[in-house]
T-cell receptor
Framework: KAGVTQTPRYLIKTRGQQVTLSCSPISGHRSVSWYQQTPGQGLQFLFEYFSETQRNKGNFPGRFSGRQFSNSRSEMNVSTLELGDSALYLC?????????FGPGTRLTVL | DAKTTQPPSMDCAEGRAANLPCNHS???????VYWYRQIHSQGPQYIIH???NNETNEMASLIITEDRKSSTLILPHATLRDTAVYYCIVSRVSNFGNEKLTFGTGTRLTIIP
């Protein structure tokens, strides 16, 4: 079974731009969560989607948004990028207690 | 979700058992203990989880104290590939399952050849 895939793997943007990251969960998994990892703040929960509905949300500003499609694929969007948004963005899918993480998208904001 | 306390770093000789402690003194009755690890620059990997009974799988064993205020992850025969940051997480499980993981700073385990 294929694992969680994330695209792109690396991305460079400039301040003020917006970015969209994509996550394809493991086949059959309907829950997709997003996390941000930075050296200063560690791994932080962004939000979770289940059956196209946002079910849980972390403490991030409204510039961070997401959505989930009927095939369970998910995207997250960050608008008006700031230098502090440079991070590894991780997506995880699950069907039960275990979350399966993708390799992440490393976003650099210049 | 309850907070956890882990030592920032530990070393273990290759081939020996690695015992990683975690304190979660404010854990609630409906919160599970989860362990994940993250090898450098990769996504976290699930290891094991439990509620109050000890658990074992092909990767590790989880020992939870009777009062559930602390636990120990045991890697029985550590190899160099076990070098990683290990996260102990306590998380509530709702009707929808475990919804979010609150990661702390973890323990950086280094396996020494």
């Amino acid at each position: 079974k294929a694992g969680v895939t994330q695209t792109p793997r690396y991305l460079i943007k400039t301040r003020g731009q917006q970015v969209t990251l994509s996550c394809s969960p493991i086949s059959g998994h309907r829950s997709v969560s997003w996390y941000q990892q930075t050296p200063g703040q560690g791994l932080q929960f962004l939000f979770e989607y289940f059956s196209e509905t946002q079910r849980n949300k972390g403490n991030f500003p409204g510039r961070f948004s997401g959505r989930q499609f009927s095939n369970s694929r998910s995207e997250m969007n960050v608008s008006t990028l700031e230098l502090g948004d440079s991070a590894l963005y991780l997506c995880a899918s699950r069907t039960g207690a275990e979350q399966f993480f993708g390799p992440g998208t490393r976003l650099t904001v210049l | 979700d309850a907070k956890t306390t882990q030592p920032p770093s530990m070393d273990c000789a290759e081939g020996r058992a690695a015992n990683l402690p975690c304190n979660h003194s404010t854990i609630s009755g409906n919160e599970y203990v989860y362990w994940y690890r993250q090898i450098h620059s990769q996504g976290p990997q699930y290891i094991i989880h439990g509620l109050k009974n000890n658990e074992t799988n092909e990767m590790a064993s989880l020992i939870i104290t009777e009062d559930r205020k602390s636990s120990t992850l045991i890697l029985p025969h550590a190899t160099l590939r076990d070098t990683a940051v290990y996260y102990c997480i306590v998380s509530r499980v709702s009707n929808f399952g475990n919804e979010k993981l609150t990661f702390g700073t973890g323990t950086r385990l280094t396996i020494i050849p």
